[in-house]
């Protein structure tokens, strides 16, 4: 692979990050646990260890052969062939790493390193592998493998932490976070009959991948078991790109709350009510659009609102719409501020009801709660940032992550690098080979740190 | 049947319709053809003949047992028994009534009376016995039956018109104006070929009622070959019943132009993408709503204009739209105004699509031309509704009719009667007994208006 160098927008200068990794990897070929070693000019450590970009996106490149597409598009729904054949792939490397590899009754992979102090539980990080249907080969696989390459950096550099490192491969993340869920004790009986996107349930599933799901009670991870969590992964949106930054603080995963609203005026032939005559519930649904925007935009903070769903009934061009059903979802990182969005949308529903003699029904059908990331995990990362010299800034998870899972039992942090054009679950999914090495490093430097504060 | 008073709205008294058609039946008994005899209060004509509201109720009531559902409505759909079984029904009333009853190629029923000028061509008058899925028992049969009690009440009062007088029943109204648009010449073949809410292709249906679909051409009527055609329905709107009007003096049947308009944005994950970086086709289509109703609203005249369909692609809560279609109706009586309201729409469209950084395509999908009704028989329908002390308005129909495909080759007009809160095509259409009564003797004394001064 050829040299990537790209400038850094924050200070206007290139960086060879390669080259940088690299420099760094030989810095530190004989150093071991102790307090993190600061540069002289305090913003970069030539001591530091490092990734290899190129390695870790030749494995990127090689596990996309599992599930491509005609239109470069991955296709590795959980529990598939593909699937099955990528987790090989994986369970390799991770093997060739030095990782001692188990799977745990759900079908995640667990890889494990020893530390120094074997009373020190796991620091765990990783992802998922598994694709939505026509996916992309960067949701999931550049924080899994890139937690295999920090293996091998560690091992390059002959560093052994304090904790336990524990890397982990996440089942079915995109059809419901089956592994994380599991892990966390927070999958239900119901879920396992859930029919996934591989054709197979959810149990079927997980005897395929050679798991048993008569057995998930005992993999349960309890608070305290675990030090903490740590998980890279692509932004699936264009926040970072749009500012030309490198790396995405998380602040958590944002809670999510939908509701389905109902319209109901009256429906009637569009050539026989005059304009004055009609109780058009398009009209009050196209109201309601536009409250759910204003309302939104009308707070401070990074919340969003949005209309996904709409249908008319009779939904024929020459009815005036006796009913419209739309969705609405509001998504921030505080529950509090879901509230208040909804709140006022529902004040704005009744208005617009009142107004145009329609009847408005707001019923909420789904409800996923925040996971706020840990304080200390947001600054290692930002530590780690600011040491490799990349831009950086603090942000929610707009989407749904393992991490969210893990929060259950254990302090988690994680690390966005850019999507292009912010586009994801798309063939068109790409993230830039120099940002996947950066973002490795961070989740490199920020293990360390993790490490060292960690009890 | 019981006696039937209800009063007036429009002069406050009450008004005994039967004994006062009964009245005129009897005193008209032995008036001949003549200039329209005006009695001296100049409101009401003692000698004018009248029809019998109780037998043309009554028919309406028999024809409703053929189709009829459990929750009261009727399947009567062309070419089904039902339709088969009520044309059989008809026929017997036609030929009760004196007509020589036949049928054209395409299954039209036809009543000839003799009119006592050879030489004229006839003056034709009906409508349609079938009916849409789960429709009433009124849209249609009022007018078919309505004109057959007209001829009942000539015959009860000895009159014989100078045309020769034809009541028509047409073939598949509901389901394309099969009959009516054969008779004028502008059935195409692929129409034959059209699948029915009966099962059965219209070509299909034709032979089922007895007609032959080869033999179209035979029938066509040329203009000059009838001197005009009236036709009696229920509004199917609310405006009489809003405004307590008794008839609607129709002056033609709207022109309809309806359009997919499609918004473009780009679709991205709810949950990671902010709200001031979404191109969001929601919005966009929600503004467009409000346009196609203000711009509608915002001319003087009686054009309206509706959204009945729409659909967001992909359709999920947590996508934001990247593609909105909806529909647009317009309709109005003049083309012109219909292209009006539609230019301002188009120019919202452009400034929808510039300032949300969308593209919004508008495509025609659909036009049937307005029909305007002959002024001569609006100021005759006025003139009788005048005679019978009956209030009335000029309207427009919104919804299509048989009389649309006669205006290709003969004057038309049409009367409307109030529907109960302007309900149809369901199975809570409604209109009253003493409004039918009021409309076919508006039918009657219009006809003879025709009569007297039609070529």
Redesign the interface.
Known sequence: MEQVAHSDPRKGLPVDRRRFSRNIIAALGAASIGPWPVSASGRRNPAAPGVDGDRLNGWITELSRFGRRSDGGIDRVAFSDADLEGREYVRALMSEAGLDVTMDPVGNLLGLRAGSDSRLPPLLFGSHIDSVPAGGNFDGPVGSLGAIEVVRALEAAGIQTRHPLEVVVFVNEEGGKTGSRAMAGVLGPGDLDRVTASGFTVGEGIRRLGGDPDRLGAMVRTPGSVAGYLELHI?????LE?EGLEIGVVEGI?G?R?WNAVIRGFA??????????RR?A??G???L??TV?RV??SMPG?Q?????????T????????GE?RL???I?DLAMETIQRVFDEIATGATEIAASRDLEIELDEF?LSAAAPSDERFRQWVEAAAEEAGLSHRRMP????HDAQSVAHFAPMGMIFIPSQE????SPLEFTRPEHIEAGANVLLGALLRADQSLS
Chains 1, 2 share one sequence.
């Open positions: 932004e699936q949106g264009a926040v749009q944002v999510i939908r009637n032939h569009a050539g026989t009510t005059p304009m004055d005559q058009d398009m009209l649904a196209a109201d659009v536009h925007n939104a935009l990074s969003v609102a949005t209309v996904g769903r709409i249908a008319a009779p939904g024929a061009p020459n009815v005036i719409p419209v969705s609405i979802e998504r789904y998870s707009g989407a749904g912010g586009i994801s679950h």
